[in-house]
């Protein structure tokens, strides 16, 4: 199914890696670039650290059938990191991953999506988080690094705020347990292998992962301070169909898990329909429906440069907010309806346009 280039051998030392890093990519050579030598960076150490994380760690690039390949910057990398370099016919970044946990030697897999930066300290949180015990898999943050541009700040603003997602996503509550997403997870590879591995899902297949490992009892963590720079999408419309994707995904989830799927999940529904109902209400010369909805936007665009201090990022986050509401609220409608009228097992969407 793929085919293996090894560009560098283990540590001086020979010691069998701790971590094996999996990384799926598609047609992003320049991305993976920037990740591979975040990874660089973060992965030189003194010699006294011989033995720690950094040493023990093999990074496992899977490229996902594609036409523009990240060969030659594997190769760039392969003094620096203990590297290999899988392909595979394209078949989604789940099917990737699953190629990279069968090719992997680390006791733990770490997951890392193309678009993300690794900041110092990251394994050093890690590692002292898996000394306890406790932890079978774990997932971390993300964040907006100040190299973003505006749009990319207003999407993570969006993704992580109180005001658009219930603070549910890479906080410290959540609503029932911490369910890991696959652009910062990791998972001992003995509970990896005893769940079966992801699914054939094209999306939410993390979720359904976390699900199944909570099920077969296995323990979660957040690991706060292993967080990563994650780029997103670079514009709404990507990130339109990312989260649409998402909403889709959650009532696929509740067939597969009956009973999580939450209220909460259903406001962005909830306020697809205010929204609707306002719009119908343009005629008639009323426009109380819309004060709730200006003052949403004044409340984003405050909390926002509050967090932020950035005035550009933060006019931009009340249209990413709609975006996030919309399209998820849109995508979850669209799913019931496919599901519960018209009987379909698996409804997609913007299937073509994973990667985008």
């Known amino acids: 199914m793929f085919t293996s280039q090894p ?9 069998p890696p701790r971590y094996s890093v999996i990384i799926p990519v598609f047609n992003r050579p320049d991305e993976l670039q920037e990740l591979l030598q975040s990874l660089s960076s973060v992965m030189k150490s003194p010699p006294e650290r011989l033995t720690n994380a950094y040493e023990l760690t093999e990074i496992i690039v899977v490229e996902d059938g594609s036409e523009v390949t990240s060969e030659r910057v594997c190769r ?6 203990n590297i290999r370099y899988l392909q595979q016919k394209n078949a989604g970044p789940a099917a990737a991953r ?8 680390g006791d733990w897999l770490i997951f890392f999506d193309s678009d993300c930066v690794i900041p110092e300290g990251y394994f050093d949180a890690v590692t002292s988080a898996l000394s306890q015990k406790g932890v079978d898999f774990y997932g971390g943050p993300d964040r907006a690094s100040t190299d973003f541009t505006a749009t990319q700040k207003a999407i993570d603003y969006t993704m992580t705020s109180f005001f658009t997602t219930g603070g549910i996503r890479g906080g410290e509550r959540n609503l029932d347990r911490y369910y890991p997403r696959s652009f910062n997870m990791g998972i001992r590879k003995m509970c990896f292998e005893d769940v ?3 699914s054939s899902l094209r999306f939410g297949e993390d979720l359904e992962l976390s699900m199944r490992l ?8 957040l690991l706060k301070d292993a967080w990563v720079y994650h780029k997103r999408r670079t514009d709404l419309i990507k990130f339109f169909k990312q989260v649409y994707n998402s ?15 939450k209220p909460l999940h259903l406001l962005p529904s909830l306020f697809v329909l205010y929204l609707a ?8 010369g009323t426009t109380v429906p819309w004060y709730p909805i200006g003052l949403l936007i004044l409340i984003l665009f405050m909390d926002a440069y509050r967090r932020m201090k950035n005035i550009s990022a933060s006019l931009r986050v009340p249209p990413a907010a709609f975006c996030q509401l919309c399209g998820y609220g849109l995508g979850l409608l669209h799913a019931w309806v496919l599901i519960h009228l018209f009987r379909r097992k698996e409804p997609r969407a913007f299937e073509k346009t994973f990667y985008k």
């Open 7 to 15: 560009f560098a051998t283990l540590s001086t030392t020979q010691i």
């Open 76 to 81: 760039r990398f392969e003094k620096n990191l």
């Open 98 to 105: 699953n190629t990279g946990a069968r090719a992997a030697k």
């Open 196 to 198: 079966g591995g992801f």
């Open 214 to 221: 909570h099920a077969a009892g296995f323990r979660s963590r």
């Open 247 to 261: 909403g889709m995904a959650r009532v696929v989830l509740n067939q597969l898990h009956p009973h999580t799927m």
């Open 277 to 284: 109902i306002a719009i119908l209400l343009l005629p008639s």
